[in-house]
């Protein structure tokens, strides 16, 4: 069974710094893999999708396979990104559901 | 706005007692998929409907059910109901039931049982 794992459930920084989220995944086969961000346990919005590899609101995110690792990351974060942030993956072999991290709650402080 | 629509927004309920909650899926999307939310228990699948048909099933418990009617709106059955029910249920669509199809997700419903 495919397992997410987000080892860090809060992450604070301060604004302008560095910001590395770091999701490890389990699977077997060729998953695609995903961030959600959720403000303010508002509506899940999807950020990122490892397929596409394009930047959302300055935030990146490459697939490392040999590591199994997704990693979220942006370079100077905004007080506006703080939320909680998902790592998904979905397995090629279960249809079209997404099986969730734990999600790290990030907060940006000025 | 996603475009999925979730009611009711917030229910309050006491323990035994029976709830229904409503999803209907963006415009268009065939496939809907329930999601509990809860501080313990994190985000968990509990079950994907496909055109009408039962295609996936999580971690569902026995007194949970739920159907996807003809014009493709779902309902989540939530019986028997425990405090530890108490959760933000996400319901989600995407066009397809298969893998390739973006997910988008309704704000919720919350529930909590007192």
């Known amino acids: 069974a495919q397992r997410v794992t987000q080892p860090e459930k809060l992450l604070s920084v301060f604004k302008g710094a560095p910001v590395e989220l770091k999701c490890n995944y389990s699977?077997?086969?060729?998953?695609?893999l995903f961030w959600y961000v959720q403000y303010s346990r508002q509506r899940l919005q999807l950020l990122l999708r490892?397929?596409s590899r394009e930047s959302i609101k300055g935030f990146t995110a490459d697939l490392n396979k040999g590591e199994t690792s997704f990693h979220l990351k942006k370079p100077f974060a905004q007080e506006e990104d703080s939320a909680m942030y998902y790592c998904?993956?979905?397995?090629?072999?279960?249809?079209?559901?997404?099986?969730f991290g734990g999600g790290t709650r990030l907060m940006v402080k000025p | 706005d996603s475009g999925v629509t979730q009611t009711p927004k917030h229910l309050i309920t006491a323990t035994g007692q029976r709830v229904t909650l409503r999803c209907s899926p963006r415009?268009?999307?065939?496939?809907v998929y329930w999601y509990q939310q809860s501080l313990d228990q994190g985000l968990q699948f509990l079950i994907q409907?496909?055109?009408?048909?039962?295609?996936a099933k999580g971690n569902i418990l026995e007194r949970f059910s739920a159907q996807q009617f003809p014009d493709l709106h779902s309902e989540l059955n939530l019986s028997s109901l425990e405090l530890g029910d108490s959760a933000l249920y996400f319901c989600?669509?995407?066009?397809?039931?298969?893998?390739?199809?973006?997910?988008?997700f309704g704000e919720g419903s919350w529930l909590t049982v007192v």
């Open positions: 989600a669509s995407s066009v397809e039931a298969h893998s390739g199809n973006t997910i988008y």
């Open positions: 699977y077997s086969g060729s998953p695609e």
């Open positions: 490892h397929i």
């Open positions: 998904a993956l979905k397995a090629h072999n279960a249809g079209n559901m997404l099986t």
């Open positions: 415009s268009g999307d065939l496939s």
């Open positions: 409907y496909y055109n009408g048909e039962e295609r």
